[in-house]
């Protein structure tokens, strides 16, 4: 497998657009995760999903930021509109169902990194 | 909620060991695991230990459980450069449904040839 795919790897857009992040998780996989990683705040989940249905979005920060998961290919992060405090770098990670007592191993992305100007 | 700790930087001389210190708040953790992210990639799964360990060793990793002080370390023996990277202590367990993973804020090691 080719692993987590994410597109695009580097975006830069200005204050108020929309942007749209991709992940395409582990063929297989029944959790998708996002984080967000900033050098002030480190690795923030925003949101995951299992089995294409939104688990915990807790973490997503703001009305202004969405994710979808579509089908289980495919999911996106959108932030509309995009403010500069948004600049970060952007993981999407994929895990398989572990039961209770079995290790979690989530497998990364290379990660988007977004600039808001 | 649950809370990992972890210092944010390490430099080390190539040759020698490297011990990354990490804190947890949850007693009830049932793994614990150190992932690696070098530059401009994701983080990927280096070690993980069960938490009825103590011990783990692989090749030149060891990793250090102490249940009771909630303390985990990663000893890198014979660091090399290619270790350079950034090192982050996670958990997980039933507080976060056994699928959520805590990550620490990552320890940036630098190794000086």
């Known amino acids: 497998d080719a692993g987590v795919i994410q597109s695009p790897r580097h975006e830069v857009t200005e204050m108020g657009q929309e942007v749209t992040l991709r992940c395409k998780p582990i063929s297989g996989h029944d959790y998708l995760f996002w984080y967000r990683q900033t050098m002030m705040r480190g690795l923030e989940l925003l949101i995951y999903f299992n089995n294409n249905v939104p688990i915990d979005d807790s973490g997503m920060p703001e009305d202004r930021f969405s994710a979808k998961m579509p089908n289980a290919s495919f999911s996106t992060l959108k932030i509309q509109p995009s403010e500069p405090r948004d600049s970060a770098v952007y993981f999407c990670a994929s895990s398989l169902t572990s039961g209770r007592l079995a290790k979690n191993i989530q497998y990364f992305g290379a990660g988007t990194r977004l600039s808001v100007l | 909620g649950e809370d990992v700790e972890q210092s944010l930087f390490l430099s080390v001389r190539e040759g020698d060991s490297s011990v990354i210190n990490c804190t947890y708040t949850?007693?009830?953790?049932?793994?614990l695991y150190w992932y690696k992210q070098e530059p401009g990639a994701g983080l990927q799964l280096l070690t993980y230990?069960?938490?009825?360990?103590d011990m783990k060793q692989d090749q030149r990793l060891t990793v250090l459980l102490n249940k009771k002080d909630k303390h985990l370390s990663l000893r890198i023996a014979d660091t090399q450069t290619g270790d350079s990277a950034i090192y982050f202590c996670a958990e997980s367990g039933p507080s976060g449904g056994y699928q959520k993973v805590t990550f620490g804020i990552g320890t940036k090691l630098q190794v000086i040839p």
């Open positions: 230990i069960f938490s009825n360990m």
């Open positions: 949850d007693s009830s953790s049932t793994y």
